[in-house]
């Protein structure tokens, strides 16, 4: 089974920073992509970034400049730096991790860390 966790969610004020983290265990799991979504009150899951192991990170167009997806190497470990936040980035936000496990094709979801950017 693979495990999805989240961390770094927090109360920051507009213009604030935070460093959100995912980490993927699972016995013979081998991370291929790691994204982060995030859902805000009411509204759809939207994906905010991406990278793979052999690509280069995607953005969404409303974190361009501000976001920045990473992903430690030659572990089952992302982050996602937020800089500049906006209050129309709060969100809870979500680490989908896809990979394999043998030859099978495995993915899952974290359970979600609260972003809320507010004065």
């Known amino acids: 089974q693979v495990q999805v966790v989240e961390s770094g969610g927090d109360l920051v004020q507009p213009g604030g920073s935070l460093r959100l983290s995912c980490v993927v265990s699972?016995?013979?799991?081998?991370?291929?992509?790691m994204n982060w979504h995030r859902q805000a009150p009411g509204k759809q899951r939207e994906l905010v970034a991406g990278?793979?192991?052999?690509?280069?990170?995607e953005y969404a167009d409303f974190v361009k400049g501000r976001f920045a997806i990473s992903r430690d190497s030659g572990e089952n470990t992302g982050h996602l730096q937020m800089n500049d936040l906006k209050p129309e980035d709060t969100a809870v936000y979500y680490c989908?991790?896809?990979?394999?496990?043998?030859?099978?094709?495995?993915?899952?979801w974290g359970q979600g860390t609260q972003v809320t950017v507010s004065s």
């Open positions: 990278i793979t192991t052999h690509g280069y990170p």
């Open positions: 699972a016995s013979r799991f081998r991370v291929y992509a």
């Open positions: 989908h991790a896809e990979g394999t496990i043998g030859d099978a094709m495995v993915e899952n």
